[in-house]
C-alpha cells in the first residue's frame, strides 16, 4: 500500500508543476529488463514499453552492464519510412528514462545495430549518405558511434571494403570486435550470406563468405554470434515463413548448417540476439495481437499514432534451449587463417599445423595483391578466401620462398593469372624427383625466375628478392619490403628455433647464411619465417651463435669418439634446449649434424629415381614401375639414392591425386623392402586407406590393425580402423 500512495503522490505532484518536474513522474518501467518478468517459455517482452504498437523489428540490444539498452523502431514520418534507434537507460533507482532517439538517429533509415565487445562503441547499418557519395548509392553500410561520457558522437563509416557492398541483413560481434553480417552480394551462394569481417588492429581489412554448410541458397540473415563463438543464431527462409536456427562449428573450419531452436512455437520467429548476460534470447515475431500490446506508456517521437498494420513484436525466452544444443564440450570456432598487420596493407596469414605455423604474407595496395607463398593444397581455399576478401581481386604476382608444398602447393587455386617468381631451381625442381607425383599444373611453375637477386617495384614499395639458398633447401630466398621493413626469411629461421634441412640443403650452412641476412637487413626489422612466431634483427646473432655452438659441440664430441647415440644420451645441446620449441628435437638436431659432417655433400648427383618411376608407371603400368624400382636397386643401387622414403612418398602422393591402385601397390612393395623403418606404422596407415579407397575392405583392415601394432594408441590410426569397420558392418 505504501507504494501506492507514494505513486499517488508523484502523480499529483507531477500534474501540479506541468513541463517542471520531469524526475518525479512516476516510473514506467523499474528493474533489469524494463522489469519485464522472464519465463522459461517465449513471451511478449516488456510490453506496451519495448515491445510497441508501432513496428519493433530488430531485438533490444541491452550495453555489457545492463544500465542501458537500445530499440529500433520502424515506422512512418509523414510519408517517409524512416528506421529509428532509441535509447532509454537506468538511474540507480532502477527506473528506466523515455527513450529517446539517438542524437544522429531519426533522419533516415537506420538498420540494425549491436554494442562493440566492451560497450562503448555502438555499430549500426543505415541508409544515411556519406561526404562524397555518388548519386545512385542506396544500400546499407555499417557505421560507428563511440561513447562521449552520456552521449554519442558523430557516426562515421567502418574502414572495411565491407561498405563497397549492401549490408541489409543485420550482423552482430563477438568478443574479439569481428564482425558477423549478412550480406546481399552476387559472389555469395544465395541472395543473402553470412560473412565474417575481421577486425585487424582496429580496422576491417577482410571480408569473407563464412565458410561451411550455413550458407545455402536460402536467405541467411540477422546473424547473433556468440561472443565466444560457440555458436551463431541465424534466421532463414522456409517455406511457410521464417525459421531461427543454430549453427555450431563443423570440426573442419567451418559452420554447419543450423538446426531449429526446440521449444519456438513458429510463427515465423525472425532476428534473435541474446541478451547482455546471455540467459535469455530476444527476437522478433509479427503476430498481430493489441492485448499483447497495450498502448504505449512512452511516445516514441517522432513517430506519430501507432500503426498496427505489419505489427512486429519483441519476444524473450530462457536461451537454455541455444546453450543445451552445445553438447559438455563445445568448439569455439577459429578462423583456419590467422590475420596479424603490419600496416600500409602488409598482413601475415598463418596457418595452425598443430606443432607450427606456415605463414604466408599478403600485399595489398593500389596495384593489387601480392602474395608471398600459397601454403599447401589443402589450405588454399580458406587462404584464397581470405585473399579474395580484402577485395581487390586475386593476387597479380606469387613469389615463393622455397619449392616446398606447404609454401607453393596452393599456387593453383589462384589460377593462370597471378605471374609467380621464385629462385632459378625452383621450376625444375617443381618438374622432377618426388614432386613429379605431385602433377603440379602449369599454373604453379614460376614464369619469373632469378639465381642472386632482383628488385621488384609494387603498390609504390621497393621489394629486394635475394637468393639465401643452401640450408634448409637449395633454392630459398628472402623476401624483404624495405619501406615496412619487413622480411620472410623463408625457412631459414625457423621461427627462431632448430631448423630442419632436406636432402638438398645442408644444416652446415645454415650460420653463414645468418651472418648474411644479419649484414643485409637493417636493425629495425621484422623477421617472418615460413613457418612459427616472428622475431627481429637482434635475435638473429643469438641464433647464429646457437648454430655455430651446437655444431662445434657436436665436433667436439665425435672428435673425442663419440657417435650420435652417445652424443644423444649425453645431451650435449642441453644449454641450446630453449631453442627445440617446433618440430626438431635437440636429438634430431646432433643428428642432422652427425649425418653433414659424417657424408658431406656429393659432388656427382645421383639419378633420379623418381623420374624412372613416374615415366614407367605412367607408360607400362603399375607392375612394369615396381619392376623397374626392384631391378634398379639390385644392379645400379649406387646410381640413384634409395632410401626408405622413396616408396612411401611416391604412394603417398599418388593417393593424394586419388590413384589409389598404383598407391597401394607402392606402399605394400615399401612394407616388403623397408620393414625395419621408422615410418612402417605411416606407410600401413598409408596402404590401409588406399585399400579402402579399393573398396578392398578385408585387405584395409589388415594394413591398419598393423599400423596401430605398431603405433598404438595413434588416434588417427584408431579413428580410420573405426571407419573401416563401420563401413565393413553395414
Ligand atoms: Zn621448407
Redesign the pocket.
Same mark, same amino acid.
Given at each position: 500500500m505504501r507504494v501506492l500512495v507514494g505513486s499517488w503522490i508523484a502523480l499529483i505532484l507531477a500534474v501540479g508543476s506541468v513541463g517542471s518536474v520531469m524526475a518525479e513522474q512516476p516510473c514506467a518501467a523499474n528493474g533489469p529488463f524494463f522489469g519485464s518478468t522472464p519465463s522459461a517459455e517465449e513471451s511478449v517482452f516488456a510490453p506496451g514499453v519495448a515491445s510497441t504498437q508501432w513496428h519493433d523489428d530488430w531485438p533490444p540490444i541491452f550495453s555489457p552492464d545492463g544500465r542501458e539498452v537500445v530499440l529500433r523502431v520502424l515506422g512512418f514520418v509523414g510519408e517517409e519510412r524512416r528506421g529509428t534507434l532509441f535509447v532509454s537507460r537506468m538511474d540507480d533507482s532502477g527506473c528506466w528514462s523515455n527513450p529517446e532517439p539517438l542524437p544522429f538517429s531519426g533522419e533516415t533509415m537506420d538498420g540494425a545495430m549491436a554494442f562493440g565487445p566492451d560497450g562503448q562503441e555502438l555499430f549500426f547499418s543505415s541508409k544515411r549518405r556519406a561526404v562524397g557519395d555518388s548519386e545512385g548509392f542506396s544500400g546499407s553500410r555499417i557505421w560507428v558511434t563511440a561513447r562521449q561520457g552520456d552521449d554519442w558522437s558523430e557516426p562515421v563509416l567502418l574502414d572495411s571494403p565491407v561498405n563497397s557492398l549492401n549490408v541489409n541483413g543485420g550482423f552482430s560481434l563477438d568478443a574479439d570486435g569481428n564482425i558477423f553480417a549478412s550480406i546481399e552480394t552476387e559472389s555469395g551462394v544465395g541472395a543473402h550470406d553470412i560473412h565474417l569481417i575481421r577486425k585487424v588492429v582496429g580496422v576491417y581489412p577482410v571480408v569473407e563468405l563464412l565458410p561451411g554448410a550455413i550458407n545455402t541458397e536460402a536467405t541467411e540473415v540477422a546473424p547473433f554470434i556468440d561472443p565466444d563463438r560457440r555458436f551463431l543464431i541465424y534466421t532463414t527462409t522456409v517455406d511457410d515463413g521464417l525459421e531461427l536456427r543454430v549453427s555450431l562449428p563443423d570440426g573442419a573450419g567451418g559452420w554447419a548448417e543450423g538446426r531449429p531452436i526446440p521449444g519456438l512455437d513458429g510463427q515465423s520467429p525472425k532476428f534473435a540476439a541474446l541478451s547482455n548476460n546471455g540467459e535469455r534470447m530476444f527476437f522478433v515475431s509479427e503476430r498481430f495481437d493489441v492485448a499483447a500490446n497495450p498502448p504505449a506508456v512512452w511516445s516514441y517521437e517522432p513517430y506519430g499514432d501507432p500503426v498496427y498494420e505489419d505489427n512486429a513484436d519483441l519476444f524473450w525466452m530462457s536461451s537454455e534451449a541455444i546453450l543445451d544444443m552445445l553438447g559438455d564440450e563445445p568448439q569455439m570456432w577459429k578462423p583456419t587463417i590467422e590475420i596479424t598487420s603490419f600496416g600500409e596493407g602488409l598482413y601475415r596469414l598463418a596457418t595452425d599445423q598443430g606443432a607450427y605455423t606456415t605463414n604466408s604474407l599478403v600485399f595489398v595496395g593500389s596495384d593489387g595483391v601480392l602474395l608471398v607463398d600459397t601454403q599447401s593444397e589443402g589450405e588454399a581455399e580458406a587462404l584464397r578466401r581470405v585473399v579474395k576478401g580484402f577485395h581487390q581481386g586475386d593476387p597479380k604476382i606469387i613469389i615463393f620462398?622455397?619449392? #616446398?608444398v606447404?609454401?607453393v602447393g596452393g599456387a593453383a587455386v589462384f589460377g593462370e593469372d597471378p605471374m609467380v617468381i621464385a629462385h632459378d631451381l625452383v621450376r625444375t625442381k617443381l618438374r622432377s624427383g618426388s614432386y613429379l607425383f605431385d602433377e603440379f599444373p602449369d599454373a604453379t611453375m614460376p614464369d619469373l625466375s632469378f639465381a642472386d637477386r632482383m628488385k621488384l617495384f609494387f603498390n609504390g614499395e621497393e621489394i629486394d628478392l635475394v637468393a639465401m639458398a643452401g640450408s634448409? +633447401?637449395d633454392n630459398?630466398i628472402m623476401v624483404h619490403f624495405k619501406d615496412h621493413k619487413v622480411v620472410h626469411l $623463408? $625457412?631459414l629461421t625457423n621461427g627462431f628455433n632448430l631448423p $630442419?634441412a +632436406?636432402g638438398d640443403g645442408d644444416v652446415l650452412a645454415f650460420a653463414p647464411l645468418i651472418a648474411r641476412a644479419i649484414d643485409e637487413l637493417p636493425e629495425d626489422v621484422v623477421i617472418v619465417s615460413? #613457418?612459427n612466431d616472428n622475431g627481429a634483427w637482434a635475435d638473429l646473432q643469438p641464433y647464429h651463435d646457437m648454430l655455430v655452438g651446437t655444431v662445434n659441440a657436436v665436433r667436439a664430441g665425435m672428435a673425442d669418439g663419440m657417435g650420435l647415440e652417445e652424443l644423444q644420451e649425453a645431451k650435449i645441446l642441453d644449454q641450446w634446449e630453449a631453442y627445440a620449441g617446433s618440430y626438431v628435437s635437440t636429438d634430431g638436431w646432433i643428428e642432422y649434424i652427425v649425418d653433414a659432417i659424417e657424408s658431406p655433400k656429393e659432388s656427382a648427383p645421383k639419378e633420379d629415381i623418381y623420374a624412372e618411376l613416374y615415366s614407367t608407371l605412367n607408360d607400362q603400368g603399375t607392375e612394369a614401375a615396381l619392376a623397374r624400382y626392384l631391378v634398379l636397386k639390385a644392379e645400379h643401387e649406387n646410381e640413384y639414392d634409395f632410401n626408405e622414403f622413396i616408396l612411401l612418398a611416391a604412394g603417398s602422393k599418388l593417393l593424394a591425386k586419388d590413384r589409389a591402385e598404383p598407391a597401394a601397390a607402392f606402399l605394400e612393395l615399401g612394407t616388403e623392402e623397408y620393414p625395419e623403418s621408422d615410418y612402417l606404422y605411416y606407410t600401413y596407415y598409408l596402404l590401409a586407406r588406399a585399400r579402402l579407397s579399393l573398396e578392398q575392405t578385408e585387405e584395409a583392415l589388415t594394413a591398419c590393425r598393423r599400423a596401430l601394432e605398431l603405433k598404438p594408441g595413434n588416434t588417427t590410426i584408431t579413428s580410420l580402423l573405426a571407419e573401416i569397420e563401420g563401413g565393413g558392418a553395414s
Open positions: 620462398t622455397h619449392r #616446398h606447404e609454401h634448409h +633447401d630459398e $623463408s $625457412s $630442419s +632436406d615460413g #613457418h
